[in-house]
């Protein structure tokens, strides 16, 4: 038997494998949910071990597994992890530190070991690209990101790459520095307004992105006044409980949600009447079963989370690319096994 090698994939490689390309992270994410339509995608819930407890943690683990079928064929797993700790401590780490593996779903001989973080911060703000795509008022102008994090960045990659007219991002987070950084950096491509106020913020917006790690809502219904405003929440239950009551609304995987008590789907459709269907998927946009935004539609709130075959799809097309431009270390993972 031949000795078995996996591919180890750098951050640095993955990003001349087209990691920071939106456009490609989109469409390789948004074929994934097609895919998820044709029910050609086993995704079952991410697992959460948070600490020191999950509706309290300092830092968490995510365990999330997948297996994409189709022309993919291939498992993966993504083990998603973040520390509060790296941002009070401005020990120089990020937030998240996530790893993925890519598997043969045939002989489940591991093929590549990648970094993920970078992987995460683009696919998250890609599956709000792609909401936006589908969901945002028509020729929307203007949107509001609240947070300047790591996402921050490439949530403003996405909404450039998702909304064509799009000339002004109103940024809020708590350290308005953080905007103003990011603002200098997009001020040859895009208007980016900065601020430490989220109610000044999403007065003017028509599309209004959350990507915090707060627990408790920070975008309340009396400071909205469009008519026609599409939110979209990358975390639990960042926009009012009225806001979402009020609007048509939308997750990216609600089976996954449901299994989180924490978060805003959850809690309208356990205590305040909210029926499943009610409810559309963006893989039911994707497939075109249904639609998205119509003409009389006046709010409408897109709930998610994440999903492991959003980081496996993209892993997949890195590791595709690495392997056609001879990107990545050889490791050995046995010369012959030991037991078989």
């Not at 180890?8 to 994410?29: A, R, T």
Request: proline residues 4%; aromatic residues 8%; charged residues 25%.
């Amino acid at each position: 038997m031949s000795k078995a090698e996996v591919l180890f994939i750098s951050q640095e490689e993955e990003v001349k494998c087209g990691l920071l390309d939106m456009k490609m992270i989109m469409e390789e994410v948004e074929k994934a949910f097609v895919m998820m339509g044709k029910g050609e995608v086993k995704n079952p819930p991410k697992v959460k071990l948070g600490l020191p407890e999950n509706h309290d943690w300092m830092t968490f683990f995510n365990s999330m597994p997948t297996w994409l079928g189709g022309e993919e064929n291939i498992a993966g797993f993504k083990w998603a992890a973040e520390s509060k700790y790296n941002v009070t401590e401005n020990n120089g780490l990020p937030l998240g530190v996530d790893i993925v593996v890519l598997s043969d779903p045939h002989t489940v001989m591991p093929k590549a070991i990648m970094d993920g973080t970078i992987i995460t911060a683009m696919r998250t703000s890609a599956v709000a690209g792609i909401a936006a795509k589908y969901l945002a008022p028509k020729g929307s102008k203007t949107a509001c990101l609240v947070g300047a994090g790591v996402i921050g960045r490439t949530m403003v990659m996405a909404m450039m790459e998702a909304l064509p007219e799009l000339n002004t991002i109103y940024m809020a987070d708590l350290k308005i520095e953080k905007c103003q950084k990011l603002a200098e950096e997009f001020k040859d491509q895009i208007t980016i307004i900065a601020s430490d106020s989220v109610e000044e913020s999403v007065k003017e917006a028509d599309v209004i992105v959350t990507a915090t790690t707060a627990g408790k809502p920070i975008v309340l219904k009396d400071w909205i006044t469009k008519e026609k405003v599409t939110f979209i929440q990358m975390s639990g239950y960042e926009m009012d409980l009225q806001i979402g009551l009020a609007s048509k609304k939308y997750v990216d995987y609600y089976a996954q949600m449901m299994t989180f008590t924490d978060k805003l789907l959850y809690d309208m459709v356990e205590n305040h009447g909210v029926k499943p269907e009610e409810i559309t998927e963006i893989s039911q946009l994707a497939t075109k079963e249904k639609s998205g935004r119509q003409d009389e539609d006046g709010w409408i709130t897109c709930m998610t989370m994440g999903m492991g075959m959003q980081d496996i799809i993209v892993a997949n097309k890195l590791y595709k690319n690495a392997m056609e431009k001879g990107l990545g270390t050889k490791l050995t993972y046995w010369e012959n096994p030991l037991w078989v």
